[in-house]
C-alpha cells in the first residue's frame, strides 16, 4: 500500500472510531483489515494531525468555561454558591462596611506606639513579609539578577538581615529570577519564592485565553506564586459570573502536572473598586473562586494600599477561618514606602487576623522602595545614629 | 480689641512648611529685661531626621537649577527681607536689645551679605574652577559641583542674630547645597521670621530647614547623622562642638571648625567648603 492511501485509510477509520463509536475489531471488518492494521491505523490518525483530542477539562475549553454562569469551585459550593444567581445573592447579602467605623478603626491602629525593643523584631519581620518587586517596563534579566541578588542579602554589611519572602516579576522574567535563585528558592519560608504578575497585568484588559497562556507560561517557568488581577470593569458593571469564572480558571492554571499548585494571590485594585462594600464583595468573591491571597492592588493605580482598606481585607479573611477554619493570605501592595508605615500594617495584622498571620505563608508586603527603609531604620538601631541612602544598595 | 496682645508662638520651618516640633515641646523666650516675648517649638531629634530627608530630597532640584536661576532666587530673598526690615529691625531690638541703629545696621548687612553670595552663583565656576594644563592633547576642566546637605549652627555672637544666620547659609545655598540650620538659642524669634521670608521669596521647599530649640540636644544627632555631607560648626563653641567633631568622623561628612571663619564673615573661601571640585578629561580633535 502507498502512504497516500494509508492516510486515507487512516482517516476512515478515525471516522469509524470517533464519530461512529466502532470498536477496532468492528473496523477490521468494515475494512478489511486486522484489528492491529487498525489500531495502527488510529494510531496513525492521531500522529500526523488528522485527529486532535482535546480534554474537555481543560479550562480554555468551551465546555469548561462557559461563556456565562459559572461552574462553582469546591469552596463556593460548601457555601451554596452554585450557580449565577446564588453567587449574586450571597455577595449582595454581605453586610454594608461602616466607613466611619473602618476609618476610625484603621486611625487608632496608626496611633499604637512600638517601644524600641519591639521594634527591632518588627523591622526584621517586615523584611521576611516582604514581595521585593520589580514591574517596570524597562525591567531587563540584570535587573532581575540584581533584585534577586538583594532579596537574599538585603543588607550587605550585615548579615544578621533576614532574607525576603518573595520576589515578584513579570512573567517573562520568572525564568531569570528563578534561575539566579537557584537552591534558594523556594515558598517564601523555605526558601525565597518567585510571584508572578499574570492575566495581562496590571489592567486586566485582555480575552481569557491570553490571561490563561499568561499564567500558564509563568508557572511552567517555576513561579510559585500568581499575582492575577480581576476585572474591574466587569465587576463594577455587574458581571461577577465574568469574573468568578476567570479567577476560577487562573485558579485551575495554576495547577502543575505533579498535582500541587502555584499560590494564587488575587488582586482586587481597591483603588478602582471605589467603595468599602465593593471591597468586601470582591474579597469573598475571589476566595470564593479559589484565591489563596487576597491583595489590595497592582501599585500601578492611586490609591494603592490603604490601611482602612487592608484592615477590611483582614476582617473578611478572619471571618472566613470563623467560617470554614481555612486562612486565606492578605497582601497590600503599593504605596508602603516607610517602615512606620509598614509596622501599623502589621498591627493591623495582629489586631484584627491574628498573630498567626505575621507569617509569610499568610501575609506578604508588595513593595520595592520599603526595603530600604526598613534597611536605614535597621542601621540605625544597630549604630545609634542615622543612616543616609549611601548606606544601602540601590535597586 | 485693637490693643489685644497675640503672643506668637512660632514654630519650625521643614521642607517649606511650619510644622511644630514632632514632640510637641515649646519653650518661653524672654526679652533682655526678662519680660516674656514669644513661644518658640523646642525640637527633637526626629525634627532634625525629617528636616535632613527634606533636605536631601531638595537637594537635587537646587543643585540642578541653573547658576543664574540661583542668584535670581538668593535676590528676591534680600528684596524679600528689605521690604521688612523695619519689622526685623523691632525684633531684633526686642530679642536681643539692640540700639534701633545697630540694628537697622545689622538688618542692612544681612541684606548686603545676601546679594553679595547672589552674585558669586555664576560667577564662582570661573573663578574656582578652569582649564587645567595636561601634557596630552586633552582639555582638561575642573568645576565646582555642591556636596549635598549641609548642617549648620547659626552664632550666638552680638550683633549676629540674623546677621550670623544668613552669612551661614548664604554660602551654603550658592553654589547648590540644601541645609539644615540651627537657629540660635538667643534669637530664635528672629530666625523663624527669617524663615517667612524664605518661604514667601522663590526658595525651593527644603532647601532650608530651620530649627529651633537646644543646639546641644539635637547637633549630636545631626552631626553622626550619615546622611548629611557637611557640618559648619562656626557657632558652635566648646565641648559641643568637640563632640560634634568626634561624630563626625564616624562618617565622610567635611566638617568646618570652630572659627574657621567670623561669625558674620562673608567669604569666597566659605563657598569653597561647600563645593567638590569634578575634574573632566575630554579629547581635544577626534581627527
Known sequence: MTENSDSALALRAARLYYDEGKTQDEIGEILSITRWKAGRLLALARESGLVSITIANDAASPAAAPSSGIIPTARSRAHGVVDSASLRAFVTALPGVDAIGLEGRAARIATRSVKNESKREALDTIIRLIDLTTLEGADTPGKVRSLVQKAVVPDPADPTAPRVAAVCVYPDMVEHAVAALGDRAGDGLTGIGVASVATAFPSGRSILEVKLADTRYAVSKGATEIDMVIDRGAFLAGDLDLVFREIAAVRRACERPDGTHAHLKVILETGELRTYDNIKRASWLAILAGADFIKTSTGKVQPAATLPTTVLMLEVVRDWFALTGERIGVKPAGGIRQSKDAIRYLVAVSEIAGDEWLHPYLFRFGASSLLNDVLLQRQRMTSGHYSGADYVTID | MSDMTIPKTYKLFVGGKFPRSESGRTHAVNRPDGGFLANVATASR???????????????????????????????????????????AQEIIDSTGATPAAAKAEVRAAIDTLVWYAGWTDKFAQVFGGANPVAGPFFNLTVPDSVGVAVAVAPNAEGSSLLGLVASIAPILTMGNSVVVLASESAPCVAMSFAEVLATSDVPGGVVNILTGNVAEILPWLASHADVNSLDLTGVEGEVAVEAERSAAETLMRVIRPRTFGATEKSFDRIARFVEAKTVWHTKSLA
Open chain 2, 46 to 88: 526626629k525634627d532634625a531626621r525629617d528636616a535632613v530627608v527634606a533636605a536631601r530630597s531638595a537637594w537635587s532640584s537646587w543643585a540642578g537649577a541653573t547658576a543664574y536661576n540661583r542668584g535670581q532666587v538668593l535676590y528676591r530673598v534680600a528684596e524679600m527681607l528689605e521690604g521688612r526690615g523695619a519689622q526685623f
